[in-house]
């Protein structure tokens, strides 16, 4: 099975602040990488999928690169609805894994 | 608009079974395959299995292997995910979501499993 790794596990930031979330894989998963956001007491919402593919009526201060092994998620301009618990998944291969996940406080 | 709705909170003794239902609309139902997600308290996602509405065919997470049956209705859109032989582990809330990469969730459904 492929085991997902996030950094950091939590992070405190301020509203303005550009944030970046890393998310690995234990090994190759080309571009199958998807992003989540979840708020408490809320299901995930999809943010990304592809690796760098926004959904439908995500805002564009949302953006995800990378390939292979390493990826990020990157928030352009924090906004106080922007504070949540991001998870990454690999969706490359059987079973789909997710990252234990990223959360992001208010500083 | 897409929408997933699930059955209501439950609360089962040890050793019981839990079914738990997942109601589509929006889209035709047979076009996406439909997860499983758990996540217990406080903790992360954990993906459980997969069911292809159109033909009904399922690929589980071995962790649930001979416990979990997913199974679906196309009369009503409606898929299920039976847990046996519940533990105090399995207290969670069960997620379904749509598509290959989860685009859409379901609001999720509380399982508590207690003596």
């Known amino acids: 099975d492929i085991q997902m790794t996030q950094s950091p596990s939590s992070l405190s930031a301020s509203v303005g602040d550009r944030v970046t979330i890393t998310c690995r894989a234990s090994q190759g998963i080309s571009n199958y990488l998807a992003w989540f956001q979840q708020k408490p007491g809320k299901a995930p919402k999809s943010l990304i999928y592809?690796?760098?593919s926004l959904q439908s009526g995500v805002p564009s201060k949302f953006s995800g690169s990378g390939s292979g092994t390493d990826f990020t998620l990157t928030i352009s301009s924090l906004q106080p609805e922007d504070f949540a618990t991001y998870y990454c998944?690999?969706?490359?291969?059987?079973?789909?894994?997710f990252g234990p996940g990223t959360k992001v406080d208010i500083k | 608009q897409v929408q997933l709705v699930q059955s209501g909170a439950e609360v089962k003794k040890p050793g019981a079974s839990v079914k738990v239902s997942c109601k589509a609309s929006?889209?035709?139902?047979?076009?996406?395959?439909m997860h499983w997600v758990r996540q217990a308290p406080g903790q992360g996602l954990e993906w459980m299995g997969i069911i292809n509405p159109s033909g009904g065919s399922t690929s589980y997470a071995q962790k649930f292997q001979g416990r979990v049956t997913m199974t679906r209705d196309t009369s009503t859109s409606t898929v299920y995910m039976e847990l046996s032989s519940l533990r105090s582990e399995d207290t969670a809330v069960y997620y379904c979501a749509s598509g290959t990469t989860g685009d859409y969730w379901g609001q999720g459904t509380l399982v508590t499993v207690s003596s």
């Open positions: 998944q690999q969706y490359n291969s059987y079973p789909p894994s």
């Open positions: 592809a690796a760098s």
């Open positions: 929006g889209y035709t139902f047979t076009s996406y395959y």
